[in-house]
C-alpha cells in the first residue's frame, strides 16, 4: 500500500524520534511504503526537491515563510501551501497511486490537497485531529465569532468542516476531543471518529546518577533541589501570564524551576526573571536536542500549562517525553481537558486548574516532600501501556480496515 503523509512542518528524516516519523516507520515495518510531503521555507534558501530517506520518499515543497516572520507573511504562506503541495505532487509523484493519505492539524488548509488526492486515486483519508481551529483561536482572543473578526473565523471554520467531510476517519487525541468534535459537528457520524493518542517509539532515557549530576552541573542547576521542568513552547495557548504568577509566589521554595523553550511568550518570561529575580528559576532558550533529552532525565518533575479560556480539550504532546524518561507531572490546565484526568488516574502526577495560584503552590510544597519513585515507574508503564506508536497504527489500521 502507498501511504502518503502530509505535513506543513518539516520533517527532517523518517528515522527522527518524534510523532510522526515513529508512526511512519510503523508503516513501513508493516510492508507499506511511505510518502511525505513536507515544507522548506524560503528563509532557508533551499528549493523544491524529493528525496530517498531509509526507504521513505520525502518531497520537501519550498514555500514562503512560517517562522521569523510577521502575522501578515504567515497568513499569506498558510494560504498558498495548498496550491503549492498539489503542484508538487503532480510533478514529483505523477505515476504514484496513492491508497492512504494521513494529515494532521494543524492546519486545517490541506483539504484541497486531501479532496484531490481522495479523488484521484480513490485513497482513503485519516485525519489525526491535533488542534480544534479556529476555535481555539476565538478561546484565546484571537478571532471572533460575530462582527467583522468573525469574516475570519467563518472562512476558516468553512475549512474545518470541509477537512472533516472529506476525511474517512478522524483520529483523536483523547475521549474528551471525541466527544467535543462529535458535539459540535453534528454532520459527522459517530461511526468515522476514534482516539488515536499522540504515541512515540519509546526508548530508555533514564541517566545514571552521575550522568545526572554531569547535566546538571554543565547547566547550572543545583544538586540538592527538587527539579521542575517545563520544556517547550511559551505561546499564548499555554497561559504564560499564569505560569510567571506561579514562580512569583515560589520565591521562597525549596523547588527549583528549569524552563527551556521559544515562543512568542517567551520575552515575556524573560522580562519577568530579569526584573524580580527569583533565585530558583533558570530559563534556557535553546539547548542542543540531545542534551534537552538527557535533561529530561536529569529532573524530577515535568509541568505542563494550558491557558484557563480554553473551551477545547487540548491534549499536549509534551506529556510523552516527560513519561518516557520516568518523571512524574503536574498539569496545570483548564477543566476541559482530559490531560489532568489521564495523569491523575494512571498515579503518575497530579492537576490543578491553571487559575489556581494557591492550589498549586500547595502542591509544589507536597511535591518537594513526597518520596515519587512509586511514580516514576508508574509513567514508564503507562507510556509503554498507552502510548506506543503500535496503538497508533493498529488504531489507524483497524478503522479504515487496512490489512
Given at each position: 500500500?502507498?501511504?502518503?503523509?502530509?505535513?506543513?512542518?518539516?520533517?527532517?528524516?523518517?528515522?527522527?524520534?518524534?510523532?510522526?516519523?515513529?508512526?511512519?516507520?510503523?508503516?513501513?515495518?508493516?510492508?507499506?511504503?511511505?510518502?511525505?510531503?513536507?515544507?522548506?521555507?524560503?528563509?532557508?534558501?533551499?528549493?523544491?526537491?524529493?528525496?530517498?530517506?531509509?526507504?521513505?520518499?520525502?518531497?520537501?515543497?519550498?514555500?514562503?515563510?512560517?517562522?521569523?516572520?510577521?502575522?501578515?507573511?504567515?497568513?499569506?504562506?498558510?494560504?498558498?501551501?495548498?496550491?503549492q503541495y498539489k503542484k508538487a505532487i503532480k510533478k514529483y509523484f505523477p505515476g504514484v497511486h496513492f491508497d492512504l493519505v494521513l494529515y494532521s492539524t494543524p492546519p486545517i488548509t490541506l483539504v484541497g490537497v486531501v479532496e484531490y488526492i481522495k479523488k484521484r486515486d480513490?485513497?482513503?483519508?485519516?485525519?489525526?485531529?491535533?488542534?480544534?481551529?479556529?476555535?481555539?483561536?476565538?478561546?484565546?482572543?484571537?478571532?471572533?465569532?460575530?462582527?467583522?473578526?468573525?469574516?475570519?473565523?467563518?472562512?476558516?471554520?468553512?475549512?474545518?468542516?470541509?477537512?472533516?467531510?472529506?476525511?474517512?476517519?478522524?483520529?483523536?487525541?483523547?475521549?474528551?476531543?471525541?466527544?467535543?468534535?462529535?458535539?459540535?459537528?453534528?454532520?459527522?457520524?459517530?461511526?468515522?471518529?476514534?482516539?488515536?493518542?499522540?504515541?512515540?517509539?519509546?526508548?530508555?532515557?533514564s541517566l545514571s546518577p552521575t550522568a545526572k549530576r554531569e547535566m546538571r552541573d554543565r547547566y547550572g542547576i543545583p544538586q540538592d533541589r527538587k527539579v521542575f521542568l517545563y520544556g517547550g513552547n511559551f505561546g499564548k495557548p499555554q497561559g504564560i501570564s499564569f505560569l510567571?504568577?506561579?514562580?512569583?509566589?515560589?520565591?521562597?521554595?525549596?523547588?527549583?524551576?528549569?524552563?527551556?523553550?521559544?515562543?512568542?511568550?517567551?520575552?515575556?518570561?524573560?522580562?519577568?526573571?530579569?526584573?524580580?529575580?527569583?533565585?530558583?528559576?533558570?530559563?534556557?532558550?535553546?539547548?542542543?536536542?540531545?542534551?534537552?533529552?538527557?535533561?529530561?532525565?536529569?529532573?524530577?518533575?515535568?509541568?505542563?500549562?494550558?491557558?484557563?479560556?480554553?473551551?477545547?480539550?487540548?491534549?499536549?504532546?509534551?506529556?510523552?517525553?516527560?513519561?518516557?524518561?520516568?518523571?512524574?507531572?503536574?498539569?496545570?490546565?483548564?477543566?476541559?481537558?482530559?490531560?489532568?484526568?489521564?495523569?491523575?488516574?494512571?498515579?503518575?502526577?497530579?492537576?490543578?486548574?491553571?487559575?489556581?495560584?494557591?492550589?498549586?503552590?500547595?502542591?509544589?510544597?507536597?511535591?518537594?516532600?513526597?518520596?515519587?519513585?512509586?511514580?516514576?515507574?508508574?509513567?514508564?508503564?503507562?507510556?509503554?501501556?498507552?502510548?506506543?506508536?503500535?496503538?497508533?497504527?493498529?488504531?489507524?489500521?483497524?478503522a479504515l480496515r487496512i490489512e
Amino acid at each position: 500500500m502507498n501511504v502518503l503523509f502530509l505535513t506543513t512542518g518539516r520533517m527532517k528524516s523518517i528515522e527522527a524520534y518524534s510523532l510522526y516519523p515513529d508512526l511512519l516507520r510503523q508503516f513501513r515495518a508493516h510492508g507499506h511504503t511511505v510518502y511525505v510531503v513536507s515544507q522548506r521555507e524560503k528563509n532557508t534558501g533551499l528549493p523544491t526537491e524529493l528525496k530517498d530517506d531509509h526507504g521513505a520518499h520525502m518531497l520537501y515543497v519550498r514555500i514562503g515563510n512560517l517562522t521569523g516572520c510577521g502575522r501578515i507573511e504567515k497568513g499569506v504562506t498558510t494560504l498558498q501551501i495548498e496550491g503549492q503541495y498539489k503542484k508538487a505532487i503532480k510533478k514529483y509523484f505523477p505515476g504514484v497511486h496513492f491508497d492512504l493519505v494521513l494529515y494532521s492539524t494543524p492546519p486545517i488548509t490541506l483539504v484541497g490537497v486531501v479532496e484531490y488526492i481522495k479523488k484521484r486515486d480513490q485513497a482513503q483519508t485519516y485525519l489525526l485531529l491535533k488542534d480544534i481551529f479556529p476555535q481555539n483561536a476565538v478561546d484565546l482572543g484571537m478571532m471572533a465569532q460575530n462582527g467583522l473578526k468573525g469574516l475570519l473565523y467563518r472562512y476558516f471554520r468553512r475549512k474545518e468542516e470541509h477537512l472533516y467531510a472529506v476525511s474517512d476517519h478522524i483520529g483523536c487525541m483523547s475521549s474528551a476531543n471525541v466527544n467535543y468534535v462529535l458535539e459540535h459537528n453534528p454532520k459527522i457520524s459517530p461511526d468515522t471518529i476514534s482516539v488515536c493518542p499522540n504515541c512515540i517509539e519509546p526508548r530508555d532515557m533514564s541517566l545514571s546518577p552521575t550522568a545526572k549530576r554531569e547535566m546538571r552541573d554543565r547547566y547550572g542547576i543545583p544538586q540538592d533541589r527538587k527539579v521542575f521542568l517545563y520544556g517547550g513552547n511559551f505561546g499564548k495557548p499555554q497561559g504564560i501570564s499564569f505560569l510567571i504568577e506561579c514562580l512569583r509566589n515560589q520565591k521562597k521554595s525549596k523547588a527549583f524551576f528549569l524552563l527551556i523553550g521559544g515562543g512568542t511568550e517567551y520575552h515575556k518570561v524573560e522580562t519577568f526573571i530579569k526584573s524580580e529575580p527569583q533565585g530558583n528559576v533558570k530559563l534556557l532558550k535553546h539547548i542542543p536536542k540531545d542534551d534537552y533529552d538527557r535533561m529530561v532525565a536529569a529532573c524530577d518533575v515535568g509541568m505542563i500549562f494550558l491557558d484557563h479560556r480554553f473551551t477545547i480539550p487540548n491534549f499536549p504532546s509534551r506529556l510523552l517525553p516527560y513519561i518516557q524518561a520516568g518523571l512524574p507531572v503536574l498539569a496545570c490546565t483548564d477543566p476541559n481537558t482530559d490531560v489532568g484526568k489521564v495523569i491523575t488516574d494512571g498515579g503518575f502526577g497530579w492537576w490543578c486548574e491553571s487559575n489556581d495560584v494557591e492550589r498549586f503552590s500547595s502542591l509544589i510544597q507536597t511535591i518537594v516532600l513526597q518520596d515519587t519513585t512509586g511514580m516514576s515507574a508508574r509513567a514508564k508503564n503507562y507510556l509503554w501501556e498507552h502510548y506506543h506508536v503500535a496503538k497508533a497504527y493498529q488504531s489507524i489500521v483497524t478503522a479504515l480496515r487496512i490489512e
